[in-house]
């Protein structure tokens, strides 16, 4: 392919995000991701469920010990319902659901969640309530990453999982453009798994999940 703009460039890019044209648009600066970890609760159920979910956390993870029971507590954490990456014609490059939906269900959410985000102000949030839960969005230039969660769930730690996986991509595909994700988009969605697997963030580490994915190209 020929090289374009990177889509995440640390620092530099074209002010407000603007594109240098409309094949190989620039992502806007953003902040270096700090180290955090988090941590995943094991629930299920639909979009449109009603009742309150399980929280806990996978086995082995605890925080600290209850003064009253002395037993350990389980810090809940995000569970992702889907996400989304969008250009802002509205098409979707990347579509990862992990809640059982229609097929009609899902264009609908797409469709909702574009016109939810490309009109949105600038002032305001990357924040939005959308039906019982919430979407937690960021744009870089002219592509929208969209993660819907509960209305309880860490948002800050999920706009800074957004901007690691736009990371990943960067060094993955050594500058990566918009064209990067459209033709190697079965590559995305295997990066993808090494960092989400059944909507629980299972590894938070660049540098791990590079050399997995160096390890399967290995095979091929």
């Known amino acids: 392919r020929t090289a374009g703009p990177s889509l995440l460039r640390l620092g530099g890019g074209a002010p407000g995000g603007a ?5 190989h648009p620039t992502l806007v600066s953003a902040p270096a991701v700090r180290s955090w970890e988090l941590q995943v609760p094991l629930r299920r159920g639909g979009l449109q469920a009603g009742t309150p979910s399980v929280r806990a956390l996978p086995r082995g993870r605890s925080q600290g010990t209850s003064s009253a029971t002395g037993r350990h507590t389980r810090t809940p954490a995000t569970m992702i319902r889907f996400m989304l990456l969008q250009n802002r014609q509205g098409k979707t490059r990347l579509a990862k659901y992990y809640v059982p939906l229609e097929e ?26 959308f039906r019982t839960y919430k979407v937690i969005y960021r744009r870089y230039a002219g592509l929208f990453f969209s993660i819907c969660v509960d209305v309880t769930d860490n948002e800050l730690a999920v706009l800074e999982a957004i901007h690691l996986f736009v990371e990943i991509l960067d060094h993955f595909f050594s500058n990566v453009c918009e064209l990067d994700l459209v033709f190697n988009f079965h590559k995305v969605y295997l990066l993808l798994d090494e960092f989400i697997l059944a909507g629980e963030i299972q590894e938070t580490s660049k540098r791990v999940i590079l050399e997995r994915m160096q390890e399967l190209e290995k095979l091929d």
Not at 19 to 23: E, L, R, Y
Not at 106 to 126: Q, W
């Open 19 to 23: 594109a240098c044209c409309s094949c």
């Open 104 to 129: 009609t269900e899902k264009h609908k959410l797409e469709h909702e969640i574009h016109r939810l985000v490309a009109n949105r102000d600038p002032k305001f949030t990357n924040f939005v309530e």
